[in-house]
């Protein structure tokens, strides 16, 4: 027997992330939980043990417990959705389905941690089945569906990479998540995490009485949820709040609807109320607010409050005017979660509040965030059935448990946050520096797309979607021996055909053997590693210089963002070249350390080609599948250290005899140009690019640059 997991409701300060867990296991098709935040804070925990209270499962076998399927962040798709049964094929000739990941967590929990690592097309998959319930394969002659409900949660670290805004929009339920800086709270977290590492089936029996109560909870949820009953006030309120936050599509009405439906059978009610609304509104519409890849996330409680005012102001001066009564929310979708008819689901049955969530330590302020009436724990988590700990039982909840962080800037009445965040390198430097309001642009510009910028040849596929790689999803081109990336039919029939006589074959189905399997050699696209080199010495720093060479390095960062690629920044000023971020795939990173950088200075031409070539060659030992690429904006004068012009060309021709990709932009402006750029173009062998090619007409189409790239070919 395996060691007992850690029990959901021993966790501390996660009171938000709970919530969002129970209502997806309450309606799943609410769409899953993405779960942001930063390592060790318990992610990973909440979400096995949420398995663990899941009603069990009745399939062909009899009863079983509700399984956790983890998706490892390298599977194939053959993993995921299922295949083609080879085996059986072969052995008995006959058509069969292997069924996939998807399949194993039907009715349980499907887990992926770090999703945004994940290849995008599978996302989208997961995604899918999670909203439909169902699997369909249409693949190597196989005509395949089953049914695939589940309650799908992806966790990630931002820090890693984001998820592009479009497949963000597709979580139903978004938590940021942080360690509490409460000092009570942190030593309830460790006491409890040594009490379990000392004793597991000890610490589980303790808190088994509290998980058994939320199991139960659970299941009776799910029975009242068709009954509930969401009337046209609550559902003008909804559409109200998804206006004013200006989100695209009617997912988002759709997602608070279900939520805020979940929330009152969770809560044992047979109506949803304003605070079902803001409740779901909470969890459902922060992330949906993200359309530029480098707008924050977040909508702030005051933000929220005014689009609650807003909404009710809508809501009294619409009363009575609704052309339908009020139905359950699945009226949205024209059927009950069980089947039945919106007029047999608007019967409902009356249901009194339901008892406190007995589970883990939270302080008094747990109302508001969890929706509670009167108790000011209800819907909360106490230690009501579980003994005292060694260390303290609760303590004021961390900062996110208050709600999602708002993001600078915007308001409910469709004002975006700026993206590029603010300056974190405070403002004792000299020299000018690049305003948040530079980098992040304004929506809604007619820029032109960006060129397709490559490395050439074939890379191995680090996933992306810039240069041509041998993948695992690309489009096949042709057989090969390998039969990890599929099955190429037509390659495995072709290497059986000339054997047909020697197997003593004349007449019937093709005499198939293990050699004559061929795989798909397939070819798609990767990411790859894009150094920006900024010149930002005193040349440089005039302040309508440095905000048109910011501006253009946001723009190609938003091409690497939407490519999938690595980017580091190395700013060259004074007497060095300093790494101001190293490799990361979070892009908007970048685009906050932008607006920090220090200006001034002489400029080290040489060092800051040295340190692009040093970084690049430590990255290759740390990912080496992916290809570098390096772009250098600079106006070509070196002037740091002795023989600053001919180091650089020097530095310059070493990278050229290395074979790296290279673009270099010509930020020289002014009626006498000395063309020092171009000439270190031609010794990096690199792509030319004048910096108002790059970015249209003037340094004020870099200002207004849209969330799409504007630069052009040359």
Not at 224 to 245: G, K, Q, S, T, W
Not at 320 to 337: I, K, N, R, V, Y
Not at 408 to 430: E, H, I, T, V
Request: proline residues 6%.
């Amino acid at each position: 027997m395996g060691e007992a997991g850690f029990p959901f409701s021993a966790v501390v300060g996660q009171e938000r992330l709970q919530l969002a867990l129970i209502l997806s296991a309450v309606h799943p098709g609410i769409g899953g939980v993405l779960v942001r935040g930063e390592k060790g804070t318990a992610k990973s925990t909440v979400v096995r043990a949420l398995a663990q209270l899941l009603p069990p499962v009745v399939d062909e076998t009899g009863a079983r417990p509700a399984r956790l399927v983890e998706l490892p962040v390298g599977a194939t798709e053959d993993r995921v959705v299922g295949s083609l049964d080879l085996e059986r094929v072969l052995r008995d000739g006959e058509q069969a389905f292997r069924p996939g990941l998807l399949a194993a967590a039907h009715h349980g929990v499907l887990y992926v941690d770090e999703v945004n690592l994940l290849h995008d097309h599978l996302v989208d998959v997961l995604l899918d089945a999670a909203a439909m319930g169902r699997v369909h394969v249409e693949r190597d002659g196989v005509s395949h569906s089953h049914p695939a409900r589940f309650v799908l949660v992806g966790t990630m670290n931002p820090e890693e990479g984001e998820l592009r805004p479009q497949l963000l929009d597709r979580f139903g339920l978004t938590v940021d998540v942080a360690a509490s800086r409460d000092v009570s709270t942190r030593m309830a977290v460790v006491r409890r995490r040594l009490d379990y590492e000392a004793d597991p089936a000890a610490f589980a029996a303790r808190y088994a009485g509290a998980d058994q109560i939320v199991a139960e909870r659970i299941l009776t949820a799910r029975d009242r949820l068709p009954d509930v009953v969401l009337d046209n006030a609550e559902l003008r309120r909804i559409a109200a709040l998804c206006a004013a936050f200006d989100v695209d599509g009617m997912r988002a009405d759709l997602v608070v609807a279900r939520t805020a439906t979940a929330h009152a059978a969770w809560r044992g009610r047979d109506r949803v109320t304003e605070d079902d609304v803001r409740i779901a509104a909470e969890l459902a519409l922060p992330h949906r607010r993200r359309r530029d890849p480098f707008d924050e996330p977040g909508i702030s409680e005051e933000q929220l409050d005014e689009a609650m005012r807003a909404a009710a102001d809508e809501v009294e001066n619409a009363s009575g005017d609704d052309e339908f009564d009020g139905s359950s929310d699945q009226a949205l979708d024209g059927e009950s979660p069980d089947g039945r008819s919106d007029e047999q689901a608007d019967d409902g049955r009356a249901s009194g509040e339901s008892d406190a969530y007995p589970g883990s330590a939270v302080g008094d302020d747990s109302e508001d965030r969890l929706g509670s009436d009167n108790d000011p724990r209800e819907g909360g988590l106490d230690d009501s059935d579980g003994p005292d700990d060694d260390g303290p039982d609760g303590g004021p909840s961390g900062p996110n448990d208050s709600g999602p962080d708002g993001g600078p800037g915007g308001g409910p009445n469709g004002n975006r946050p700026n993206g590029a965040g603010s300056n974190s390198n405070g403002s004792d430097d000299k020299g000018s520096r690049p305003s948040a309001e530079s980098l992040s642009g304004t929506p809604g510009s007619t820029s032109k797309p960006a060129p397709r910028w490559e490395v050439p040849g074939v890379g191995e596929g680090a996933p992306g979607r810039r240069s041509r790689a041998q993948t695992r999803t690309g489009r096949m081109v042709r057989p090969h021996t390998d039969t990890s990336t599929g099955l190429h039919l037509l390659g495995t029939v072709f290497a059986a055909a000339p054997k047909q006589v020697e197997r003593g074959r004349f007449a019937g189905p093709l005499a198939l053997a293990i050699e004559d399997l061929r795989g798909a050699y397939r070819e798609g696209r990767e990411g790859n590693l894009v150094v920006f080199v900024v010149d930002t010495s005193g040349s440089m720093a005039a302040r309508d210089r440095l905000t048109a060479v910011t501006g253009a390095v946001v723009t190609l960062l938003r091409d690497a963002y939407q490519r999938r690629d690595k980017v580091a920044v190395i700013s060259v000023r004074g007497s060095e070249a300093e790494l101001v971020l190293p490799p990361t795939s979070s892009v908007d990173i970048a685009v906050r350390r932008l607006a920090g950088l220090r200006t001034g200075g002489k400029t080290p031409l040489a060092a800051g080609l040295l340190k692009a070539r040093e970084v690049i060659a430590r990255e290759h030992v740390r990912d080496p599948r992916r290809r570098p690429m390096l772009v250098l904006l600079t106006d070509g004068r070196a002037t740091g250290g002795t023989d600053p012009l001919p180091r650089a060309r020097t530095a310059a021709r070493i990278l050229a005899g290395e074979g790296h990709t290279t673009m270099v932009i010509d930020c020289e402006r002014g009626m006498i140009r000395l063309g020092l750029a171009a000439e270190l173009a031609r010794d990096l062998r690199a792509r030319y690019l004048r910096l108002d090619e790059l970015t249209g007409e003037s340094v004020a189409d870099v200002v207004r640059a849209s969330g799409y790239p504007t630069n052009r070919a040359a």
